[in-house]
């Protein structure tokens, strides 16, 4: 489609980098759920246990909690700008409080029953090995694959629903700081592109846009005070190399 964008995204913090991931995961295992062949089920289960393996390394429920609550904090000083759009941003003050209540609600480490559950733990343990989960390594898991595909679904849609109120609460922070900002054209003088971030501004993410035809991509470095951006020949068969043409590209910076 002519003026079709491609958006490559860059997050700005390690709490953005662990949302953007799980976000990427459960959109991977909710796309494989749909499907009735024993491989979407593989799959499902196998993105379900990397799912899992984030929620070891952190807190992930605190961290939730605590974007949510600077995301409240954030829009309702916003209550006193002119303007403002009252009806929307009370629907997305309401949603995050019905998030929060969840959460605080929800008792228990998230995803603890799913780590007591032996046939998982079983799957988990031979994923680490390459080929690990084959039929002959687990007679289980192959009984368990030879179900009808409803038994499987039903199966696979219990375990997932453990996760929910994090993927919901972990869309909507997303949601709100990809629209924080609006895109601004800008130039890559021969492909390279640097600006200071303001430190006292609390940037979330950076969004670069290009059109879907350019045979270009863009590889964004981001520190505290600023970030570049390259844009390279994209290549499949050899070493990517920075274009020396100056390109137009849209620039979104996140600040919420």
Known sequence: MPGELVIYEQPLNERMRIFMRLEHLFSQALYNLRGASVWDSRQTL???????????????????????????????????????????????????????????????????????????????????????TCDFDLPLYHHWLERSPEERIR???????????????????????RSSAAPTPVLAAAGFFQRSLDPGIPYQMLRVS???????????????????????????DQRPT???????FQLTSCPI
Request: charged fraction near 30%; aromatic fraction near 6%; charge should be negative.
């Open 46 to 132: 196998e993105t379900l246990i990397d799912i899992l393996n984030v929620f070891d390394r952190t807190d992930l429920k605190t961290e939730v909690l605590k974007e949510l609550e600077r995301h409240t904090a954030s829009l309702a000083r916003l209550e006193q700008s002119p303007g403002v759009d009252w009806d929307k941003l009370n629907r997305v003050l309401d949603e995050i409080e019905v998030l929060l209540e969840g959460l605080y609600n929800y008792s228990g480490r998230i995803g603890q029953a799913l780590r007591e559950n032996e046939f998982l733990s079983t799957i988990r343990q031979r994923s680490a090995i390459p080929g690990g």
């Open 242 to 248: 920075q274009t020396e043409e100056d390109v137009d």
């Open 210 to 236: 290009l059109p879907a035809t350019s045979v270009l991509y863009p590889e964004i470095s981001a520190g505290k005070h600023r970030f570049t951006v390259r844009f390279l020949v994209a290549s499949r």
């Open 155 to 177: 199966d696979l849609e219990r375990w997932l629903t453990d996760f929910e109120p994090i993927r919901l609460a972990i869309n909507l922070i997303l949601r709100l700081v």
